[in-house]
């Protein structure tokens, strides 16, 4: 492979995206790879186009790892923490392996090792068009903007009809759905106190889905970390009975001995989790044996490096592991390659209000989703590129650093 140097480095962000950053790194030979990460765009966009772009302009992009361990040591270290930085190094390392894909003629999971499958059931997170990441604003816990009559506003139907929520998934392939009833209530107390009426609301979603449907569709359970340990066990408690696929999230990511404390509480698996960077941390989770399913979000994690290691870490544990999308269109076409590519694989997350709608103006072929699974193509690097509509709007703001 003739040798190519990075000549220019793009961030791009859009306001009707707020969170979201996106990279481009291009080479000499006109190859060009793409990243995404998001939240905390500021500071992300300044690492990429200040000091990252400083030690990456000219060098050979296909030294993957030196890249990564030399720009993780930039400033300080900041692999030791979930910041701006590392999500930035994050998007960078993305743009590196899809850029390395493309050059060599091969999807990212031929560089990875290959198919271990050639589809993945996924599973829909039932989130609104404007959930997270497309958030104008901030929001408190519990929120929920939703669009009258729009087929897809699943955070709303979760609280209001999830019976009917859930059909309408089962009718589209899906046979697992995650939802978040109990965020509701977190300002109440500041997640520091749920009572019986309110676990009985939060529980009444997966009481009412278990009964009609039996067993035709997982749930799984979401608490954003937002609750202290006794109302995480009470929670947890109050949903045992209904058989949740997982709980997610259920505690602050800031204490793995209080993290093994829950798990030890409950029979349903405990997932973690999209907020944890870097093997580092994800060790001490998996020595504390405080995680049954290892989440982690490629965006945010330190990329497709990190991401990798820490899969093949989790294996040896015997953990499965699940990546986290509600981040972008780049972010799902990441986490579909690796997900067909690690053995140990469960389940990848899609959100199909995200994929019909906004994802669609972002980025043209996006991973093939049906019936209930991800299926491989062959298309070149992460799969997909950023749309010429996209690029080319005029309220897409383009930074550029050139050798």
Same mark, same amino acid.
């Given at each position: 492979?003739?040798?190519?140097?990075?000549?220019?480095?793009?961030?791009?962000?859009?306001?009707?995206?707020?969170?979201?950053?996106?990279?481009?790194?291009?080479?000499?030979?006109?190859?060009?790879?793409?990243?995404?990460?998001?939240?905390?765009?500021?500071?992300?966009?300044?690492?990429?186009?200040?000091?990252?772009?400083?030690?990456?302009?000219?060098?050979?992009?296909?030294?993957?790892?030196?890249?990564?361990?030399?720009?993780? /040591?930039?400033?300080?270290?900041?692999? &030791?923490?979930?910041?701006?930085?590392?999500?930035?190094? $994050? @998007? #960078?390392?993305? %743009?590196?392996?899809?850029?390395?894909?493309?050059?060599?003629?091969?999807?990212?999971?031929?560089?990875?090792?290959?198919?271990?499958?050639?589809?993945?059931?996924?599973?829909?997170?039932?989130?609104?068009?404007?959930?997270?990441?497309?958030?104008?604003?901030?929001?408190?816990?519990?929120?929920?903007?939703?669009?009258?009559?729009?087929?897809?506003?699943?955070?709303?139907?979760?609280?209001?009809?999830?019976?009917?929520?859930?059909?309408?998934?089962?009718?589209?392939?899906?046979?697992?759905?995650?939802?978040?009833?109990?965020?509701?209530?977190?300002?109440?107390?500041?997640?520091?106190?749920?009572?019986?009426?309110?676990?009985?609301?939060?529980?009444?979603?997966?009481?009412?889905?278990?009964?009609?449907? /039996?067993?035709?569709?997982?749930?799984? &359970?979401?608490?954003?970390?937002?609750?202290?340990?006794? $109302? @995480? #066990?009470?929670? %947890?408690?109050?949903?045992?009975?209904?058989?949740?696929?997982?709980?997610?999230?259920?505690?602050?990511?800031?204490?793995?001995?209080?993290?093994?404390?829950?798990?030890?509480?409950?029979?349903?698996?405990?997932?973690?989790?999209?907020?944890?960077?870097?093997?580092?941390?994800?060790?001490?989770?998996?020595?504390?044996?405080?995680?049954?399913?290892?989440?982690?979000?490629?965006?945010?994690?330190?990329?497709?490096?990190?991401?990798?290691?820490?899969?093949?870490?989790?294996?040896?544990?015997?953990?499965?592991?699940?990546?986290?999308?509600?981040?972008?269109?780049?972010?799902?076409?990441?986490?579909?390659?690796?997900?067909?590519?690690?053995?140990?694989?469960?389940?990848?997350?899609?959100?199909?209000?995200?994929?019909?709608?906004?994802?669609?103006?972002?980025?043209?072929?996006?991973?093939?989703?049906?019936?209930?699974?991800?299926?491989?193509?062959?298309?070149?690097?992460?799969?997909?590129?950023?749309?010429?509509?996209?690029?080319?709007?005029?309220?897409?703001?383009?930074?550029?650093?050139?050798?």
């Amino acid at each position: 492979m003739k040798n190519s140097v990075i000549e220019q480095i793009t961030t791009l962000r859009n306001p009707n995206y707020p969170k979201i950053v996106w990279v481009l790194i291009k080479t000499n030979d006109g190859i060009e790879g793409i990243g995404e990460t998001s939240y905390d765009p500021g500071t992300v966009e300044s690492f990429i186009l200040g000091e990252a772009s400083d030690y990456l302009l000219g060098k050979n992009p296909s030294q993957i790892d030196l890249h990564w361990e030399k720009l993780s /040591k930039v400033g300080s270290h900041i692999k &030791l923490g979930n910041s701006g930085e590392m999500r930035g190094l $994050s @998007a #960078i390392d993305m %743009a590196l392996w899809d850029h390395k894909a493309r050059k060599l003629g091969v999807p990212i999971y031929d560089l990875l090792g290959g198919l271990y499958r050639d589809k993945i059931k996924v599973y829909n997170t039932c989130a609104g068009y404007s959930y997270g990441v497309n958030r104008k604003g901030s929001k408190l816990p519990g929120d929920i903007d939703y669009k009258k009559d729009q087929p897809y506003e699943d955070q709303f139907a979760f609280i209001n009809d999830p019976v009917g929520l859930a059909e309408s998934l089962l009718e589209e392939g899906f046979s697992a759905m995650k939802i978040w009833p109990f965020d509701q209530f977190v300002p109440n107390n500041d997640g520091n106190m749920i009572d019986l009426d309110e676990l009985s609301q939060g529980t009444e979603p997966f009481r009412l889905i278990r009964e009609k449907l /039996k067993n035709k569709m997982e749930v799984m &359970l979401e608490l954003h970390s937002f609750w202290n340990l006794p $109302s @995480a #066990i009470r929670i %947890a408690k109050s949903v045992e009975k209904y058989n949740p696929f997982w709980i997610e999230d259920p505690i602050p990511m800031d204490n793995f001995d209080t993290l093994a404390q829950f798990k030890s509480s409950t029979s349903i698996p405990t997932t973690a989790s999209e907020t944890v960077t870097t093997r580092w941390q994800f060790r001490e989770m998996f020595e504390k044996r405080a995680v049954s399913i290892c989440m982690f979000d490629i965006s945010w994690v330190g990329g497709m490096s990190e991401a990798k290691k820490v899969s093949s870490m989790a294996e040896s544990y015997n953990l499965p592991i699940a990546t986290h999308d509600c981040v972008g269109p780049v972010t799902l076409a990441f986490s579909v390659q690796l997900s067909l590519n690690a053995p140990n694989t469960i389940i990848q997350e899609t959100v199909r209000a995200f994929n019909n709608t906004w994802y669609r103006d972002i980025a043209n072929n996006l991973p093939d989703i049906r019936n209930g699974y991800a299926h491989a193509t062959t298309e070149l690097g992460c799969g997909i590129k950023l749309s010429n509509s996209f690029l080319e709007n005029q309220e897409t703001i383009k930074k550029i650093r050139s050798l």
